[in-house]
């Protein structure tokens, strides 16, 4: 990884810019100077010293005192590493035993609006996280790779999981998948892509991702609604099932030459289209 990217990560885990770049030079280039340190850093010389006295006092830089001058040297990255663990864990530790019984009471809301497609991925991550039993989704290749980590996660723990994937290429996570042979016309009769799974029959997330605009979703508990959903992804595999049994030369033929199939599979304003 770059230093760059080190960095970026630093960030994300509660260290300044500056703070980032003195570690990493620091680092990089053993005991330095304040000129030195500003140098190899790229932190400006008038914001060296007071960013690594801050870090001195976090334990994260030592001083060490040569003849007249002071040179400073970074904890070992181990160390850090371990600090920071225990930095985030803990709180996170003493979190989940102590919130479950804040909770007084359950949401009443049958459905939780999620807007934006980063939230969106993080919710489908949560629910298939949370699963025991069971997922079924349905989803395109552009939102693959946000969810592989938690399907394959789920699939150790034993979660049975049943998945349709819109994509020619694109590698198969675990589970038991089928993909879907007509991207392109779903594609085009929803504006977008569709992201929609179920996990234990007992929450669902169903989400559009147009081609232009925001992202949005629906995220809910409802046993009605979280059952509807899971027939309809059953019956998509089934459906797909079937189209690769019959095959699709001759499946084609059959509801192209149907006109009430051929509008409800290519949508209105696209058989209007093909009968221009």
């Not at 779903?186 to 992201?195: D, F, P, Q, T």
């Not at 929450?203 to 991702?209: D, K, Q, T, V």
């Amino acid at each position: 990884m770059s230093d760059e990217g080190v960095i970026r990560q630093f960030q994300q885990v509660g260290l300044s810019l500056y703070e980032a770049r003195i570690y990493v030079g620091l680092l990089r280039h053993g005991a330095q100077n304040g000129n030195e340190l500003s140098k190899t850093s790229g932190v400006p010389s008038s914001k060296v010293y007071s960013t690594v006295e801050k870090m001195i006092g976090q334990g994260l830089v030592h001083s060490i005192k040569n003849g007249a001058s002071t040179q400073f040297v970074c904890i070992e990255p181990d160390e850090l590493v371990a600090r920071l663990r225990k930095h985030y864990n803990d709180p996170i530790d003493y979190l989940e035993q102590a919130l479950p019984p804040l909770s007084t009471f359950e949401p009443s809301e049958a459905f939780l609006n999620v807007t934006g497609l980063g939230a969106i991925r993080e919710a489908a991550s949560s629910i298939i996280d949370a699963a025991g039993e069971d997922v079924h989704l349905s989803l395109w290749s552009e939102d693959l790779d946000a969810l592989r980590r938690a399907l394959e996660t789920a699939h150790r723990r034993g979660v049975s999981i049943f998945g349709m994937l819109y994509s020619d290429d694109e590698e198969l996570p675990a589970g038991r998948w089928l993909r879907h042979s007509y991207e392109e016309i779903v594609a085009n009769r929803i504006g977008g892509r569709m992201l929609t799974l179920v996990a234990d029959t007992s929450e669902a997330l169903i989400a559009r991702i147009p081609r232009r605009g925001d992202a949005s979703a629906v995220r809910t508990r409802s046993p009605v609604l979280t059952l509807i959903v899971q027939e309809y992804l059953h019956h998509d595999l089934v459906l797909q099932r079937a189209q690769i049994n019959i095959g699709f030369d001759e499946w084609d033929r059959w509801w192209q030459a149907d006109p009430d199939l051929r509008s409800t599979i290519l949508g209105t304003a696209l058989q209007a289209g093909a009968d221009a």
